[in-house]
Structure formats: structure tokens, C-alpha cells
């Protein structure tokens, strides 16, 4: 059987950028296992194709089960299925979330996760266009830029967010994340800069870096509760590969809380019923789900308002605010605003248009991962419980009653035509809370499931390895004990870069049980 120092599973945001950094060292061996392929599909690298990724080969394609609070919908829940992950479909955004986010993330008891402890691991990865800086880095490996050629209406909101009053903010990423402004994407050369092809395509010779696709991971191994090889199927058949180090699983938010209790780790009662053996009793995996929730409000263009190539269509301008009564220091409400028409079903509409979509970034709606069955190859059970709080209900009102109030002003002049959804004659709360139920889904920001902390429920310490066992560290946006406020792909890889940093200085020291547990 074939030794590795260390085994990464999942090419993704994270995954891309542990490979590279461990493999730096040319003593250390790595095997990179991804479940999806080569990201060799075309409209990976055309920005304003983003949108024609979803449910195809490349995607997961997974769909939660039905929401009890909004009529029984299933809601699509994308994730990349390919080198690069997520990073490879997404919507090129970079946004690295509210220096609180990470604050509060240390005040939960996780020391080292300040803003200005990772603020060096943001600027580690990143080479900004627009040069060094305080707040960006030109020396990493991920191209971040301004958006290439942005519609002339993505900047009428801008104006129209001005003339409300609201900050012109030229760097959600700088000195303050509130106010309007133009989004940074990741763009090299007009064309995606995903973490494959920013982290791993640069380094896929290195003779100590294997790169195994289309391997589908079955279960981690173990003797006792060391961690020692992994399980998997590639091209039909089962192979067991053992590792002298570390098993780091960075298969995202739905997968990892999924491979660990196919694994036995998770809650014992629950295992036991499904008939896995019980390595560890850790009860938060899988629990602590949370996701943006967004509603969109699309209207027609009395012009052609076309995006360019290097957009993502959906996403070039936005704003960052707070919801009336807010008291929170960070901003509950994002808006992202593109010069396409959002096609709702039942709302006709004439092809052409924009949209403004308003995104709760902290909605208190908390859901959970569990195991369709004990079969690896079933996708899992994804309980989002979108809108259980009514206040989270009553935010996304304010954000449709903000969104017209920005169409409204005189910048949208010459663009605006009828309102799609919900439509005009829509005024009331009552039926703007329907709409809300019948139309809100995720903008793919799925964290939390295997949650960092030292409380009863954490599946992680932080240093990120897995409480109960030996040899484990999960490295991917599921360890956020919070979500962030914002787009969640610049987390997580520079939560991948911190890592590569614990990694090494802390090896597989044994973490047995958790450092605190809470009453």
C-alpha cells in the first residue's frame, strides 16, 4: 500500500492551497484526491458563463430537502465538482468578509483567528491589481482585480446608492467594508483565476504532489483512533492509500460532515442507527449549517444593457448596509446587482434587464448535514431552515423596499422599465413575505458543519484538528463557527493558508479531547 506524508481530500478552495504550500517543502508528499475532474470545461475560464455551470458535470447539483418555511421547496444548493471546487464555479467574487467576523470568531474561543491574525494570510494569496497596500498583497498567487468593462447601469447604482446617501466605497476589502462600490473579482488576464488555476496548475509537476481526479472518497481509516490511510474509488475500483502524518479533509460544508460520519465520527446514537461503527461521539458534526439566504427583485431594461465577457453577469456592483434598527456592528445586508434579467418561474418577462438581489448576511437560520445512508456514494440530506425567524423575514421586506428605492431615483432613468418580481402592485408586507417564501434561495455560502471552537458542539480545535482522534485536521469553509459578512470563497482560502501554517508547526499532535466543554 502506498505512503503519503499527508492526504488532502477535495481540490477546492482550501484543498488547492494546502497542496501548494505543504509540497513547497520538497521532503514532503502529498496526495491531492478530487471526486471531480480536470477543469478542462471551457466556460470554466469565460467569467459571464459562471451562471451556465450550475447542473452540469462539474456541479454536485445537490438540493436540500424540503424547507418547511418556504412551502415545502427544495432548494439548489451548487458545489463544484472539479479541480478547483467551488472556486471553479462560482461567481469570481472576492470579498473577505467584516473584520468583526473574525473577532467574534476569537471571542468564541479561538485564539489566533483575530482580523489581524489573518489579515497576512488574505494578503499572502492575493496579487491586487491595484498594487500593496495596507489591506492587499501583490506577491501571492491568486489574481485578484477591478471588474473589467462593468455595465454603464451596474455604475447607475452606484450613483443612486450615493444619492440615498450612502458611502462611495471603493474597496469592500480596505478600511471599511460598508457603502457602494464596484466588486473585485478573481480575474487573470480576463479569464477565472480559480484556486486550480492560481494554486495547483503551477505546481502539478512537483515530483512530491500527486493529483489524483475522479477519486470519490469512502470513508477515512483508522487504528484506534489514529488516523491512517484513506478509502476510495477511482475508475470502479477500491483502493486504501495510509498516511504518515495527516489526513487534511477539505471536501467543503456538505461533504466533510458527510465523509467524517461515514467515517464513525459523529453523533454515536445517530451512527449507531444507520448502522457505522462509532469511532468518536462528536455530536456538532453536521449541525451549525448556515448559508445566505438572497430574494431577488428583477426589472426590464428599456435598453440593451448586455454584459461583457470578463463579468459574472449577476454580480458587478453591490452595496454593504444596515437594516433598519440594526445594532450590530457589522452589515446585515448585502446587495449585488448585475445587468441581467433574473428569471423567476411565472413572472414573464422580455429577456432583457437587470437585477438587484438582496442577500441576508447573517440570517439566523441554522440547518444541518446528515447521511442519506450509509452508502458514500448518496448524496446527503441538506436542511437549510431558510426563514424560521421571523425577523429574518421581515429584513429581506427591507431589503426588496430598499432595492426599488435605489431603481427609483433619477440614475435608473434611462434604464428603467416594469418591475418583473414581485412586481409593482405588490406593496403590502403581507404579500412581500409571500414573495420571499416563494422565491428565496442561497447565493452558495454553505459553512459551519464541523465548527471550530471548544464548546460541546465543536468538531474542531483551533488549530483545526478533530476532536477525539489522532492525524485529522478539516481545512474548509465548514470550521467557520460563524458566517462571514459576504461572499465565502476568500475565507476559505485563507483559511487554507492558516492551516498550512498550524500544520507545520504543530505536526499531529494528538488531540484527544476538547480543551473546554461547555455546561
Not at 477519486?215 to 484506534?224: M, S
Not at 483512533?225 to 470502479?236: C, D, L, P
Not at 467557520?480 to 476559505?492: E, H, K, Q, R, S
Not at 487554507?496 to 501554517?501: I, N, P, S, T, Y
Given at each position: 500500500m502506498t505512503n503519503y506524508d499527508y492526504i488532502v481530500i477535495g481540490a477546492g478552495s482550501a484543498g488547492c492551497v494546502v497542496a501548494n504550500r505543504l509540497t513547497e517543502d520538497s521532503e514532503t508528499t502529498v496526495l491531492l484526491l478530487e471526486a471531480g475532474n480536470r477543469d478542462t470545461k471551457p466556460e470554466i475560464q469565460i467569467p459571464v458563463e459562471c451562471l451556465h455551470l450550475l447542473g452540469t458535470e462539474v456541479d454536485w447539483a445537490y438540493f436540500s430537502e424540503p424547507e418547511p418555511y418556504l412551502n415545502n421547496r427544495k432548494i439548489?444548493?451548487?458545489?463544484?465538482?472539479?479541480?478547483g471546487g467551488?472556486?471553479?464555479?462560482?461567481?469570481?467574487?472576492?470579498?473577505?468578509?467584516?473584520?468583526?467576523?473574525?473577532?467574534h470568531w476569537q471571542e468564541l474561543g479561538n485564539p489566533g483567528w483575530s482580523y489581524q491574525d489573518l489579515l497576512p494570510y488574505f494578503k499572502k494569496s492575493e496579487h491586487s491589481s491595484r498594487g500593496a497596500s495596507e489591506y492587499h498583497g501583490v506577491d501571492g498567487e491568486l489574481s485578484v482585480t477591478d471588474i473589467i468593462s462593468p455595465a454603464v447601469v451596474?455604475?447607475?447604482?452606484?450613483?443612486?446608492?450615493?444619492?440615498?446617501?450612502?458611502?462611495?466605497n471603493p474597496d469592500f476589502n480596505g478600511r471599511q467594508q460598508e457603502g457602494t462600490g464596484l466588486y473585485q473579482y478573481t480575474v487573470k488576464d480576463g479569464k477565472r483565476h480559480s484556486t486550480a488555476a492560481a494554486f495547483l496548475l503551477p505546481i502539478l509537476k512537483r515530483p512530491n504532489l500527486t493529483t489524483t481526479t475522479g477519486?470519490?472518497?469512502?470513508?477515512?481509516?483508522?487504528?484506534?483512533?489514529?488516523?491512517?490511510?484513506?478509502?476510495?474509488?477511482?475508475?470502479?475500483?477500491?483502493?486504501?492509500?495510509?498516511?504518515?502524518?495527516e489526513v487534511i479533509l477539505s471536501a467543503g460544508a456538505f461533504d466533510s460532515p458527510k465523509l467524517l460520519m461515514l467515517s464513525g465520527i459523529g453523533d454515536a446514537e445517530y451512527l449507531q442507527s444507520l448502522g457505522i461503527s462509532v469511532v468518536v461521539d462528536l455530536p456538532g458534526v453536521g449541525q451549525?449549517?448556515?448559508?445566505?439566504?438572497?430574494?431577488?427583485?428583477?426589472?426590464?431594461?428599456?435598453?440593451?444593457?448586455?454584459?461583457?465577457?470578463?463579468?459574472?453577469?449577476?454580480?458587478?456592483?453591490?452595496?454593504?448596509?444596515?437594516?433598519?434598527?440594526?445594532?450590530?456592528?457589522?452589515?446585515?445586508?448585502?446587495?449585488?446587482?448585475?445587468?441581467?434579467?433574473?428569471?423567476?418561474?411565472g413572472y414573464p418577462n422580455s429577456g432583457v434587464g437587470f437585477t438587484g438581489l438582496m442577500i441576508l448576511t447573517h440570517p439566523e437560520n441554522i440547518g444541518s448535514v446528515k447521511l442519506r445512508s450509509p452508502d458514500p456514494k448518496d448524496a446527503p440530506m441538506i436542511r437549510l431552515n431558510y426563514?424560521?425567524?421571523?425577523?429574518?423575514?421581515?429584513?429581506?421586506?427591507?431589503?426588496?423596499?430598499?432595492?426599488?428605492?435605489?431603481?427609483?431615483?433619477?440614475?435608473?432613468?434611462?434604464?428603467?422599465?416594469?418591475?418583473?418580481?414581485?412586481?409593482?402592485?405588490?406593496?403590502n408586507d403581507e404579500a412581500l413575505e409571500a414573495y420571499v417564501r416563494e422565491t428565496c434561495g442561497t447565493v452558495f455560502h454553505p459553512v459551519g458543519t464541523c465548527k471550530m471552537g471548544t464548546d460541546r458542539m465543536a468538531v474542531v480545535d483551533p488549530e483545526l484538528r478533530v476532536y477525539g482522534v489522532e492525524g485529522l485536521r478539516v481545512?474548509?469553509?465548514?470550521?467557520?463557527?460563524?458566517?462571514?459578512?459576504?461572499?465565502?470563497?476568500?475565507?476559505?482560502?485563507?483559511?487554507?493558508?492558516?492551516?498550512?501554517?498550524?500544520?507545520?508547526?504543530t505536526g499531529c499532535v494528538s488531540q484527544q479531547t476538547h480543551l473546554a466543554i461547555a455546561n
Open positions: 439548489f444548493c451548487p458545489r463544484g465538482k472539479v479541480l467551488s472556486s471553479s464555479i462560482n461567481f469570481l467574487m472576492y470579498i473577505r468578509g467584516n473584520p468583526h467576523d473574525y473577532n451596474s455604475q447607475r447604482l452606484v450613483d443612486a446608492a450615493v444619492a440615498l446617501g450612502y458611502d462611495d477519486a470519490l472518497v469512502t470513508r477515512l481509516l483508522f487504528e484506534g483512533t489514529r488516523t491512517v490511510g484513506v478509502e476510495y474509488i477511482h475508475e470502479g475500483t477500491l483502493h486504501q492509500v495510509r498516511v504518515n502524518q451549525n449549517l448556515q448559508d445566505h439566504v438572497v430574494v431577488p427583485v428583477p426589472y426590464e431594461a428599456i435598453q440593451d444593457v448586455h454584459p461583457a465577457i470578463t463579468s459574472n453577469a449577476i454580480a458587478e456592483a453591490g452595496l454593504f448596509a444596515h437594516s433598519e434598527g440594526n445594532q450590530e456592528v457589522t452589515p446585515d445586508l448585502q446587495l449585488i446587482f448585475g445587468p441581467i434579467l433574473w428569471q423567476l418561474p426563514l424560521q425567524n421571523r425577523s429574518d423575514v421581515q429584513k429581506l421586506i427591507e431589503g426588496i423596499k430598499l432595492i426599488r428605492k435605489l431603481f427609483q431615483t433619477s440614475a435608473f432613468d434611462e434604464f428603467r422599465g416594469r418591475e418583473v418580481a414581485p412586481g409593482a402592485e405588490v406593496t481545512v474548509d469553509a465548514s470550521i467557520m463557527p460563524t458566517l462571514t459578512t459576504g461572499n465565502t470563497n476568500a475565507p476559505t482560502i485563507a483559511i487554507g493558508e492558516k492551516a498550512v501554517d498550524l500544520i507545520k508547526a
